[in-house]
């Protein structure tokens, strides 16, 4: 039997035992967020935590919410695909956390209260600019849910063999992803989130750190070992379009992916730009900041996540490298399983320890989704509720009771526009996907974050050219790119409108923003007021007197279902 049939018909595993790995998570981690949903009473609560996490308990939360379906599932494909080419997604995605600490994240936390919003419109017109950034919050929260729910869809499909011409099958599955999602946002809140991603990312470390051990040790320890095996019996693969692609030693240099022409020498350059300046504009990590006391732990957050983080990319490239080695059929066949290239892991883990560390796997890639759109689909609803409802509409007299059961009302809302695009980009890579996202918050959100912290002259017309402009130019060239269309790959492979050609926009929107934002604030006036305030931000971000306090312990106890 060929390699392609082998990875359209074979079915891995027991179907039953995977759903019951993942059901007995979803039972335990259900349970914890009704125990700490108790203690929610307050706005700060639902979207802070209470402020009460420590920095190495939000650090590692961080890291949960960081490590997505695009890290243990796209990265670990795309490295057993394309090899050195795959691990620069690893590469971006760290470094981008140098850019979060030295620029970002103890400014932030200082500065605002629940939201991204609150940073921006601190010294100037409130309305506006918390209508820009809760429109940017919720643009940049979708694509990042588009990636986690074609996670969810790659994933099912190889566990239960649904294939992917079946799209009310996949749908199916990723809409109950939806339901749990938005059960956790709504009974915990950040509390219950949160504690979702500890538990995730301490399963996701064990289980990553596992599959890594057994890999090396099939090599008795030898990461060259694992190098040459891959490169032997990888000569070449078949790709799903029917071309046939050279591998072998392309496999360990740069160009597999991205060397092939000048072209997508410029695309790579795109794509390393976003991700390297993404991470400080996402929505959902930047209101992380927000669930510690103070700085100080703002800052020993990201050093743990930033410790976590890297470890964990470690990991993805043994595990990339020890799938093309040791799955049968290597690259072709992960690249053409039921899922695409996100199957790699799991297939990885059938390969090592059959059905059952495949239910294992599988479980841990389903709490990585879980708990990724549920920090996700908070973020987007608090947003809306806080900055467009409290402050756009009420005009600052909703009160906090009204506020919360917005942001509960949207949250439905996310999640089920999240299911329905999900259902359209089941079968791209994730870890393509996120890059999409991190090029639309580094345009849109962290040029107005930068101008607002660290130049005085800034305005409200700047804010607003910054974000709008970054946001407009950033989605209407992925629209107009191969991403959606033009492609055998693409979303859409069916039509063709692709006039811009690179799939990453982030090489022209990210700098067309920070024109766009200055441009505007010289065209427009200063606003009332606005040196005094912008004197109180300066002090407040550098000394955090002023800044918001915890409402709650500093030290959040682990649930008693923990202990």
């Given at each position: 039997m060929s390699v392609l049939a082998q990875a359209a018909t074979e079915r891995l595993g027991s179907p039953l035992l995977n759903i019951s790995v993942f059901a007995a998570f979803v039972l335990v981690t259900l349970v914890v967020v009704f125990h700490v949903s108790r203690s929610n009473k307050t706005a700060s609560d639902y979207y802070a935590a209470g402020r009460s996490f420590t920095g190495p308990q939000n650090g590692v939360a961080i890291a949960g919410d960081y490590l997505s379906a695009a890290s243990f599932l796209g990265i670990a494909g795309a490295i057993a695909v394309n090899g050195y080419d795959g691990f620069l997604y690893s590469i971006g995605f760290l470094v981008a956390w140098l850019v979060a600490l030295l620029l970002v994240a103890e400014l932030l936390r200082n500065t605002g209260k629940f939201t991204m919003g609150d940073v921006l419109s601190f010294r100037m017109r409130q309305r506006p600019v918390r209508a820009a950034a809760a429109t940017s919050t919720l643009v940049v929260s979708l694509f990042y849910l588009l990636a986690q729910m074609a996670g969810a869809g790659a994933l099912?499909?190889?566990?239960?063999?649904?294939?992917?011409?079946?799209?009310?099958?996949?749908?199916?599955?990723?809409?109950i992803v939806g339901l749990l999602m938005i059960v956790y946002v709504l009974v915990g809140g950040m509390k219950g989130t949160t504690w979702v991603q500890i538990i995730k990312a301490g399963l996701l470390l064990v289980g990553a750190a596992t599959l890594v051990t057994w890999v090396l040790g099939r090599h008795a320890f030898d990461f060259s070992a694992v190098l040459g095996e891959a490169v032997e019996k990888n000569p070449s693969m078949q790709t799903p379009t029917g071309a046939v692609k050279e591998l072998g030693e392309r496999l360990l240099i740069p160009g597999l992916q991205y060397g092939a022409s000048d072209l997508a020498k410029i695309d790579f350059l795109s794509l390393g730009l976003a991700l390297v300046l993404g991470t400080a504009g996402l929505p959902h990590i930047l209101m992380r900041f927000y669930t510690v006391p103070n700085a100080k732990e703002a800052r020993r957050s990201v050093v743990w996540a930033i410790w976590l983080i890297g470890i964990f990319y470690l990991f993805s490239l043994v595990l990339g490298y020890g799938a093309a080695s040791l799955v049968p059929g290597g690259a072709e066949r992960i690249a053409?399983?039921?899922?695409?290239?996100?199957?790699?892991?799991?297939?990885?883990?059938?390969?090592?320890?059959?059905?059952?560390?495949?239910?294992?796997?599988?479980?841990?890639?389903?709490?990585?989704?879980?708990?990724?759109?549920?920090?996700?689909?908070?973020?987007?609803?608090?947003?809306?509720?806080?900055?467009?409802?409290?402050?756009?509409?009420?005009?600052?007299?909703?009160?906090?009771?009204?506020?919360?059961r917005v942001a509960r009302r949207t949250a439905v809302l996310v999640g089920v526009v999240a299911v329905v695009a999900g259902i359209f980009a089941r079968n791209q890579n994730v870890a393509f996907l996120v890059a999409l996202a991190f090029a639309v918050a580094a345009s849109a959100n962290l040029p107005t974050l930068l101008y607002s912290l660290f130049w005085k002259r800034f305005n409200t017309l700047g804010a607003l050219f910054s974000i709008y402009g970054g946001l407009g130019i950033s989605v209407v060239l992925i629209l107009l790119s191969p991403a959606i269309s033009g492609r055998p790959t693409s979303m859409v492979p069916s039509v063709d409108f692709a006039v811009f050609p690179l799939a990453n926009p982030g090489l022209v929107s990210i700098p067309a923003s920070f024109l766009l934002g200055a441009i505007g604030t010289f065209l427009g006036r200063r606003d009332d007021g606005a040196a005094a305030r912008q004197a109180e931000m300066e002090v407040r971000a550098l000394t955090g007197a002023g800044s918001e306090k915890a409402t709650a312990p500093k030290t959040t106890p682990l649930p008693k279902i923990m202990a």
């Open positions: 099912i499909a190889l566990l239960l063999q649904i294939p992917n011409s079946n799209t009310l099958g996949q749908g199916i599955v990723i809409a053409n399983a039921p899922g695409g290239s996100n199957s790699a892991a799991p297939l990885l883990a059938y390969q090592l320890g059959g059905e059952f560390m495949l239910g294992i796997i599988s479980a841990i890639a389903f709490a990585t989704i879980l708990a990724v759109v549920a920090g996700l689909t908070i973020t987007a609803s608090a947003s809306f509720a806080h900055d467009v409802y409290a402050n756009v509409i009420k005009r600052g007299t909703a009160s906090p009771d009204a506020e919360v």
